[in-house]
C-alpha cells in the first residue's frame, strides 16, 4: 500500500517530466523557425539569387545557340517584320538603333561566328540587355577570350569585354560556355546582376582649334567601351566668346570608334569615321575665316545628360591656356591624364581626323 507522501512525491515527479518535456518541445519549435527563417534569408534558395541564376543561363543560351536577328522599325515606329533579317551584323550602330536587335553569335556547325562577333561592337548595352530578354533593371558584363590555341601568344587574348562592374552589385550571376572560334577554344562569360548601368566611355580624344585658311576646325570623339554608346543626351560645348553648347543629336557609335565634329562637313578631311556631325551651324566650331575655338585661351567640355531628368554632369573638359603655345594646323591629341595638363596632349601637323 502506497501512502499519502508516496502519491504526492511520484504525482511531483510526473509533473516534473511533463513540464520539461513540453518546454523542450517548445525549445524545438523556435530553434526549427529561427532555421528556417534563416534559410530564406541567407541560404541558397534566395529568391533574386535563383531568379538572376536563371537569366545568366537563359540569356547565354540565347547568345550561344542562335544566329540573332534584326527587325527595323517602318516609319511609324511598328515593328517592319517584313524587313526582318538574322544579318544583323551587317549593320551600323545607328541603324540597329532604329530596330529591335536579338544578338547571337552561333555560325555554321555551332561555332562562334567572327563576324557576329565583331558586331556586338554595333550593339549599345541597353538594347544587348533588352535583346535578351532581360529585365529593364538587370545590368550584365560580357567577357570572350581565347583559352586554347596553337598560338601561344593567342592565349588569354581578350575578343570582346565590356559591362557593368559586379562589384557594384548586391546579387550577381554568372554563366559560361566553352565554344570553337575557327581552331581556337573560346570561354564566353556572362555576367547579370543588378549593379547599375554607367554612360558610355566617350573622350576627346584629338582636336584642332585653329586649321590651315579655308579649313574647318574639328573635335575627334572616341568611344572606348566595347558595346555602342547611343550618342542621345551628350553634348559639347566651348566657353570662349560667352559660351555655346550643343547636344550631339541622335544615333550610336560602335565600340572602338571614333565620329568626327567639323565646322563644316563638306571640307572636312575623314579618315576613316563613319560618323560626322556639323557643329559649324551651333557656332561651337568655326569655318573658314570663321573662328569658333580660342587657340590662346578656352575650354572644351564633353557632356551627358541622364535619360529623362534634368541633370547634366560633365564627363570630360580640357581647358587650355596661352602657355600651350597652339600654332597652325597643328592637331592635338590625348596621351592620358589630367586632360587640362598640355603634358598630356601630343601634337601632330594636319592630325589624323576620323581614325586612332
Known amino acids: 500500500m502506497h501512502t499519502a507522501r508516496q502519491i504526492t512525491n511520484s504525482e511531483g515527479g510526473m509533473t516534473a517530466v511533463i513540464e520539461f518535456l513540453t518546454a523542450f518541445v517548445l525549445f524545438l519549435i523556435i530553434l526549427s523557425a529561427f532555421f528556417s527563417l534563416a534559410g530564406l534569408q541567407l541560404g541558397s534558395n534566395h529568391p533574386r539569387t535563383d531568379q538572376l541564376d536563371d537569366y545568366a543561363l537563359e540569356s547565354l543560351q540565347r547568345l550561344t545557340t542562335d544566329a540573332g536577328w534584326y527587325t527595323p522599325y517602318d516609319e511609324f515606329g511598328n515593328r517592319d517584320l517584313a524587313n ?5 551584323h551587317r549593320y551600323n550602330a545607328t541603324n540597329l538603333l532604329n530596330g529591335v536587335v536579338q544578338p547571337g553569335l552561333t555560325g555554321t556547325l555551332g561555332q562562334l561566328d567572327t563576324e557576329r562577333l565583331d ?15 532581360l529585365p529593364s533593371w538587370a545590368s550584365i558584363n560580357l567577357t570572350i577570350r581565347v583559352i586554347e590555341s596553337s598560338d601561344s601568344n593567342r592565349i588569354g587574348l581578350l575578343l570582346f569585354q565590356d559591362g557593368a562592374s559586379r562589384d557594384a552589385a ?4 554568372v554563366a559560361h560556355r566553352l565554344m570553337m572560334l575557327n581552331y581556337e577554344t573560346v570561354e564566353i562569360i556572362l555576367e547579370v546582376h543588378d549593379a547599375g548601368r554607367m554612360p558610355a566611355h566617350l573622350v576627346i580624344s584629338e582636336f584642332m582649334a585653329e586649321p590651315e585658311l579655308g579649313y574647318p576646325e574639328w573635335i575627334e570623339l572616341e568611344n572606348r567601351d566595347g558595346f555602342a554608346a547611343n550618342l542621345t543626351g551628350w553634348g559639347i560645348g566651348r566657353s570662349s566668346s560667352g559660351g555655346v553648347h550643343s547636344l550631339i543629336g541622335n544615333g550610336a557609335l560602335a565600340g ?12 572636312q578631311e575623314n579618315q576613316g569615321a563613319d560618323v560626322v556631325l556639323d557643329l559649324g551651324l551651333s557656332g561651337i566650331l568655326g569655318r573658314g575665316a570663321i573662328d569658333g575655338l580660342n587657340k590662346y585661351d578656352d575650354t572644351l567640355t564633353l557632356t551627358w545628360t541622364y535619360p529623362g531628368i534634368a541633370q547634366t ?13 597652339i600654332d597652325n594646323n597643328i592637331a592635338l591629341y590625348w596621351l592620358g591624364g589630367g586632360a587640362s595638363n598640355s603634358s598630356n596632349w601630343g601634337r601632330s601637323t594636319d592630325g589624323t581626323p576620323g581614325i586612332l
Request: hydrophobic share 40%.
Open 84 to 88: 526582318a533579317t538574322t544579318e544583323w
Open 119 to 133: 558586331g556586338i561592337a554595333n550593339i549599345t548595352q541597353d538594347q544587348f540587355i533588352k535583346g535578351l530578354g
Open 170 to 173: 548586391a546579387n550577381s550571376a
Open 256 to 267: 572602338g570608334d571614333v565620329m568626327l565634329c567639323s565646322g563644316k562637313p563638306s571640307l
Open 313 to 325: 554632369e560633365t564627363s570630360m573638359e580640357v581647358n587650355w591656356v596661352t602657355s600651350w603655345d
